[in-house]
């Protein structure tokens, strides 16, 4: 069983659209998060949720917005997708804020 | 923002030989984590140490933290083929708790 899951894993769009990731755990923990990856590899926090209450909530542009329907639950929705937007999005989560994280396998989005 | 820094980017050897990486950081943590990506997958945790922790193991996987010098190390002993992907360390400062900083990794490649 995938403790950590997302979908879809990979999503190609054009430029202007919005889209939705999904992403569930099976764990039980109270804290959720959304990561960028860059081309470069370079990892950045998004956003946090603890029991399904906003905590981190980095300079990321307005079209970026997390929704958590509960605390086994982070959605993340785009708007308006820009080409800088290609990258990979992980969603992790952690018993509680502070510990040990499990990351999902990623969703790689290219905008054309 | 205060992401970490490691060192070497890459770093080819061969099977049976020892890897170590080096991670840096600017201020005061609460924890460092040390996780593996493998090529076109999500992250998996390896090791957590705490502030107050100077050495930690698993495996063959060996940390250090020396918080005067604000640095920490993973070394890989008797490495395998398998061993071979990409690997970070997140730090969580005292003054964002919850909040993984990552650099960009180190880029390991083990050959039989």
């Known amino acids: 069983d995938t403790a950590v899951s997302q979908t879809p894993k990979y999503l190609v769009t054009q430029m202007g659209n919005d889209k939705s990731i999904k992403c569930e755990q099976n764990l039980g923990h109270d804290t959720m998060y959304w990561y960028k990856q860059d081309s470069k590899k370079f990892l950045k926090i998004m956003f946090s949720y603890n029991n399904k209450e906003l905590i981190i909530n980095e300079t990321v542009p307005n079209r970026f917005s997390p929704k958590s329907p509960d605390k086994a639950h982070l959605n993340l929705h785009i708007n308006s997708l820009e080409l800088g937007d290609s990258a990979v999005y992980f969603c992790?989560?952690?018993?509680?804020?502070?510990?040990?994280?499990?990351f999902g396998p990623g969703t790689r989005l290219t905008v054309l | 923002s205060q992401q970490g820094e490691e060192d070497p980017q890459a770093l080819s050897i061969q099977e049976g030989e020892n890897a170590t990486m080096n991670c840096s950081y600017k201020t005061s943590i609460n924890n460092l984590q040390w996780y593996r990506q493998n090529s076109g997958r999500g992250l998996v945790h390896l090791i957590l140490?705490?502030?107050?922790?100077r050495e930690k193991h698993s495996g063959r996987l060996r940390v250090t933290l020396d918080t005067s010098k604000k640095s920490s190390s993973l070394l890989i002993t008797a490495s395998r083929a398998a061993d071979t992907a990409s690997y970070f360390c997140?730090?969580?400062?005292?003054?964002?708790?919850?909040?993984?900083?990552f650099g960009a990794g180190t880029q390991v490649v083990v050959t039989p």
């Open positions: 140490i705490r502030s107050n922790e």
């Open positions: 997140g730090f969580m400062t005292t003054d964002s708790w919850g909040k993984l900083q």
């Open positions: 992790a989560s952690s018993p509680t804020r502070g510990d040990t994280q499990y």
